[in-house]
């Protein structure tokens, strides 16, 4: 069973839908979690971060972790063609130091 | 954030020859790091790019075939050696702009290496 599960889609959605990404865990101990976007041949882009559990948000864009589930999501609003992409869940913490977790990536598509 | 740059953006090589891919960032860095992205898939890590020092490898990946260069805070190289089909993939280098602060790691556009 791989530390991080994610979905990886494709999830085809209408421009203007929200929209809802999700990983699931199994370290209690990870204390940081991460949102990437990659677009099509290019580097995961840092999205937004949350430590520990809570919400945060910016702009269209809300993250949502619940420790006690094991379960992060990105919330994505009034989502849009350019939001097309693979969106990676990764997570840092004991015992891996400095080193990310990441899931295997959803590929995103919003049609117009 | 910061300005990560590669080189080559991408290249096409012969089984058993070795390309070497440069990782440049615009700030003195701690960490930067070395992923392997395989086609459809997430991001592996090879090593932990050490200034001064050693690489230090993750299971699976070892000096001979992947050596890494760090010679100062701003720059590194990996080297895929006697390369074959499998070492096909997207090589991805990434860096940490503030010690301990992996929720704040920024990656490069990536190598794209095509061995035929």
């Known amino acids: 069973q791989k530390e991080v599960e994610q979905d990886p889609g494709p999830l085809s959605v209408p421009e203007g839908a929200i929209v809802s990404l999700n990983c699931t865990y199994s370290n209690s101990a990870f204390q940081y979690f991460m949102w990437y976007r990659q677009y099509s041949r290019k580097g995961p882009e840092l999205l937004m971060y949350?430590?520990?559990?809570g919400n945060k948000e910016d702009g269209r864009f809300t993250a949502q972790v619940d420790k006690s589930s094991k379960y992060i999501s990105l919330f994505i609003r009034d989502s849009q063609p350019s939001d097309s992409a693979t969106y990676l869940c990764?997570?840092?913490?004991?015992?891996?130091?400095?080193?990310?977790?990441f899931g295997a990536g959803t590929i995103l598509r919003v049609k117009s | 954030s910061a300005v990560i740059s590669q080189k080559p953006s991408r290249d096409i090589c012969q089984r058993g020859t070795s390309l070497t891919i440069q990782c440049q960032v615009d700030?003195?860095?701690?960490?930067m790091f070395w992923y392997r992205q395989q086609p459809g898939q997430s991001l592996t890590l090879i090593a932990t790019a050490n200034q001064g020092s050693e690489a230090t490898y993750e299971s699976g990946f070892v000096i001979d075939k992947f050596p890494i260069s760090r010679p100062n805070l701003t720059f590194s190289t990996l080297t895929v050696s006697n390369m074959s089909p499998e070492d096909s993939s997207i090589y991805l280098c990434?860096?940490?702009?503030?010690?301990?602060?992996?929720?704040?790691?920024?990656f490069g556009p990536g190598t794209r290496l095509t061995v035929t």
């Open positions: 990434s860096v940490e702009l503030r010690p301990n602060t992996p929720h704040e790691q920024y």
């Open positions: 949350t430590y520990s559990s």
């Open positions: 700030s003195q860095v701690t960490m």
């Open positions: 990764a997570m840092s913490g004991p015992p891996y130091g400095n080193k990310l977790v």
